[in-house]
């Protein structure tokens, strides 16, 4: 069964940081797109960023310089670190695994930005 299952988010103040994780089960990790989606109270789900099987990352022009893609294939692990984080970044983050047609979503976890 394949599963992947987000953890580490929270409530953060402006300008803080948080570390989102990804555990992915059940699926050949390594030959898979990895990404992070998220998606704010009335808005549609957007891109947030993508690793690639080789490395190479993708940003959304809102978080450029201030959030890092990076996966762990030994581990089955995809990882976001963003740091300067804004109210605009208050969402639900989704991991997501895509191959070829098959695309795997997780369950989601809150990020709220707010003093």
């Known amino acids: 069964q394949r599963q992947l299952v987000e953890s580490g988010g929270g409530l953060v103040q402006p300008g803080g940081s948080l570390r989102l994780s990804c555990a992915a089960s059940?699926?050949?990790?390594?030959?898979?797109?990895m990404a992070w989606y998220r998606q704010a109270p009335g808005k549609e789900r957007e891109l947030v960023a993508s690793?690639?099987?080789?490395?190479?990352?993708n940003y959304a022009d809102s978080v450029k310089g201030r959030f890092t893609i990076s996966r762990d294939n030994a581990n089955y692990m995809v990882y976001l670190q963003m740091n300067s984080l804004k109210p605009e970044d208050t969402a639900v983050y989704y991991c997501?695994?895509?191959?070829?047609?098959?695309?795997?979503w997780g369950q989601g976890t809150q990020v709220t930005v707010s003093s």
């Open positions: 690793i690639s099987i080789g490395g190479s990352t």
């Open positions: 059940g699926l050949i990790f390594r030959m898979y797109v």
């Open positions: 997501n695994a895509i191959r070829g047609l098959n695309s795997y």
